[in-house]
């Protein structure tokens, strides 16, 4: 009869410690906590459909953020590393306008541009949950070298069309609890880390290397092996999605990710900050993009890659930090 009496005080407090987790008070408890530390964050603007249909999205449970559009009717389908996820609703918004035939016939993928080659081989089938479909790809678009990979293993013609850069910064939660100062201090024993795997993501190279800058090898090994084998740091396989959830959650006091990621997620209001990484040590990534061989829609896609290098889509990247691809030149 003891336990029976005590387990409504035990669910009680597990109750006040999940919110404390998560940094909400009783009050904020009641306005449904799960909308807004749980993706999607783009508050349905990355639906580039006609009719949305029955609209059915439980935000920790159901919410499929990186999947965007009718994939059956679409007339453009664009497979695009997640990185700049939250660029693409302006984007498709502005390239909608330009060319009307197909406002409301976009379907695009937000994933990591390594799992998207990986379905792209798998002949466009991916499954999620408990559901698998189908979509042929007409565009592919992620890191320069990734793209060149796609050209050369004969999965488009090419050649590469950048367009964008982007560099590194560190994510970490609002306020900086931890007081991470650079990239040395991830090496800090107790810190807990989320950083992005590089079996499937690309800025886990890239990572490596800014942290080679900062602390040699050493430091590589303190954040990707010591780390991760005692659990201090945890590997994602969709850093953009993971990397800000696990910090607003308190499972992590640090992440290094892209800086227009950090730029994204203070802009809709999440608690979350940036630590600047110094020029000498940081990394800058480029993007691409390229119509893939089979493409069903081969015009459509090569709209849209050429709209992608004009002035009206760099004005949109150029809002969350990135800059415009210039081509360097021999001397």
């Not at 602390?215 to 005692?230: C, I, M, N, P, T």
Request: aromatic letters at 8%; proline letters at 8%; hydrophobic letters at 40%.
């Amino acid at each position: 009869m003891a336990t029976s009496r005590s387990a409504p005080l035990c669910w009680l407090l597990a109750a006040v410690a999940a919110m404390n987790l998560v940094g909400i008070s009783a009050a904020e408890e009641k306005v449904d906590p799960q909308t807004k530390f749980f993706p999607p964050w783009s508050h349905g603007e990355n639906d580039p459909v006609r009719d949305r249909g029955l609209d059915f999205t439980v935000p920790e449970i159901d919410n499929l953020p990186d999947f965007h559009g009718d994939p059956v009717a679409s007339q453009l389908s664009i497979f695009v590393g997640g990185n700049y996820y939250f660029a693409m609703a302006p984007l498709v918004a502005e390239f909608s306008n330009q060319h009307p035939e197909l406002k409301g016939r976009i379907y695009y993928e937000t994933i990591p541009p390594g799992l998207l080659v990986e379905q792209i081989r798998r002949n466009g089938t991916i499954t999620v949950g408990n559901m698998t479909w189908t979509v042929h790809a007409d565009v592919y678009a992620g890191g320069l070298l990734r793209v060149n990979e796609v050209i050369h293993d004969g999965l488009a013609t090419g050649p590469a069309v950048p367009y964008a850069t982007n560099t590194l910064t560190i994510m970490v939660p609002k306020g900086n609890p931890a007081h991470i100062a650079n990239l040395a201090d991830l090496a800090q024993p107790g810190l807990r880390l989320v950083m992005p795997n590089p079996a499937f993501e690309g800025i886990g190279r890239q990572i490596k290397i800014s942290l080679q800058k900062a602390g040699g090898d050493e430091l590589v090994r303190a954040v990707y092996e010591a780390k991760v084998s005692s659990g201090e740091t945890y590997m994602t396989r969709v850093h953009h999605r993971q990397s800000p959830l696990f910090l607003m959650l308190g499972r992590a006091v640090a992440g290094v990710t892209w800086q227009s990621e950090a730029i994204f997620q203070e802009e809709v209001g999440n608690p979350i900050g940036r630590v600047a990484i110094p020029e000498a040590q940081n990394m800058t990534g480029t993007y691409a993009a390229v119509v893939l061989k089979d493409a069903p829609h081969p015009q459509a896609g090569r709209l849209w890659v050429e709209f992608l290098r004009s002035a009206k889509a760099m004005a949109i990247f150029d809002h969350y930090g990135f800059k415009p691809y210039v081509e360097k030149t021999s001397p």
